[in-house]
């Protein structure tokens, strides 16, 4: 039996031990119910990131108190690696307790914010049969992706579905790149900054319209008037702890320094081959996720003038003592950096991979340079 099925009996169960009516019969909620959007704080792991989002439904009178979650994923799915890459890895809905969902935000001290919305009584009912519908159907299982379909995309869709009309939109930030959004989660993570600013292609570079992280959801709800009225009431702090800084002596931008300072310094052949071939490899990789991933975000990935896989036939051409070829390609790869640069000009991770396209000018003007065909001077 799979994960996913383990934690819908776990979720059934708990509805029929706390509730005097079966989960069979739709169940109603009590005048008292209240239902409310839950932002989660930014944790250190990759996964967490991001901060989280889901929804709870709170209604003493039938001891329920029960929170949502569509962030849940399994890790022992087959071919977990090449699914994630692939972007067909499926994300499910899951329900907690309350005091479950608290306690484990609670041991990673990571903050809970609630926002309550101010819907009538049918559209609480509403919502929480959507909710229970969803997680006993095969509504509970989506395609994953990283801005149109995730934890916050799949609240927002439920919470609109309910009040029949697309209520809750972006309303900030709409002025600014998807990229530009996501640079300050990975403060104190250099690696993922780097890694996430090469691995994106072009659709983050266009304007962040959407609604995909918590804090941005939680910033829109503020804004969002229903029927005239604001849709969420002022918001609660559950939980809040200082944000925690890594702490890593090779996690930062000087250890990168010093890496690419240390290749230029250097100056010898199997190093500057060594580099070479990782940014190739690494641009053949790219070129492959942009073309077999579903991921929209990965396609068109002009990150690939610098990561050229030209770079292997540059290297071929090395081995093989062609001066004629090593030379042409080398003038071949510069272009490229100088056009990169261009594209570059007002993007977010200008300066990030600024000393990667300086350390690839340096080495490959050295190639050209020693590879020149002399003009014998006669005199």
Not at 16 to 44: D, H, M, R, W, Y
Not at 96 to 106: G, K, L, P, T, V
Not at 112 to 134: A, C, G, M, R
Not at 165 to 172: D, E, H
């Amino acid at each position: 039996m799979n994960t996913s099925s383990l934690k819908k009996i776990s979720f059934i169960l708990f509805l029929f031990l706390t509730i005097p009516v079966s989960f069979a019969q739709n169940l109603l909620l009590s005048k008292e119910a209240k239902v409310s959007v839950l932002t989660c704080g930014t944790g250190n792991e990759s996964y967490s990131l991001f901060g989280h989002t889901a929804i709870r439904i709170s209604d003493p009178f039938n001891n329920i108190d029960v929170v949502y979650n569509y962030g849940a994923f399994d890790f022992n799915t087959p071919n977990f690696v090449l699914k994630f890459i692939k972007g067909d890895l499926q994300y499910f809905a899951v329900a907690h307790s309350y005091a479950d969902f608290i306690n484990e935000y609670q041991y990673e001290k990571r903050s809970v914010y609630e926002q309550e919305l101010n819907i009538p009584y049918p559209l609480k009912q509403k919502l929480f049969d959507n909710l229970n519908t969803s997680l006993a159907s095969g509504e509970s299982h989506y395609t994953y992706k990283f801005i149109d379909k995730n934890c916050t995309s799949m609240v927002v869709d439920i919470i609109n579905k309910t009040l029949d009309t697309t209520a809750i939109v972006k309303n900030a930030d709409t002025d600014i790149t998807y990229r530009t959004i996501l640079f300050p989660y990975f403060d104190n993570h250099f690696y993922e900054k780097l890694g996430t600013s090469i691995i994106f292609g072009k659709k983050v570079d266009g304007l962040g319209t959407q609604i995909f992280l918590p804090f941005e959801l939680q910033k829109s709800l503020k804004k969002v008037f229903y029927k005239n009225h604001p849709l969420t009431g002022e918001n609660k702090t559950i939980l809040e702890f200082p944000t925690a800084v890594p702490g890593s002596w090779w996690n930062n931008v000087y250890t990168y320094i010093f890496f690419l300072g240390c290749i230029i310094a250097v100056n010898k052949k199997p190093v500057s081959a060594f580099y070479l071939t990782i940014m190739a490899l690494l641009g053949l990789f790219f070129a492959f996720a942009g073309y077999y991933s579903f991921h929209k975000e990965l396609a068109y990935n002009y990150n690939i003038l610098l990561f050229n896989p030209s770079l292997l036939l540059l290297l071929y051409f090395y081995y093989t003592k062609n001066t004629k070829g090593l030379y042409n390609l080398a003038l071949f790869n510069l272009v490229s950096l100088a056009i990169y640069l261009v594209i570059l000009i007002n993007k977010a991770h200008l300066w990030i991979v600024l000393p990667l396209v300086i350390t690839s000018a340096v080495l490959l003007v050295r190639l050209a340079i020693q590879n020149t065909k002399r003009i014998p001077i006669i005199i």
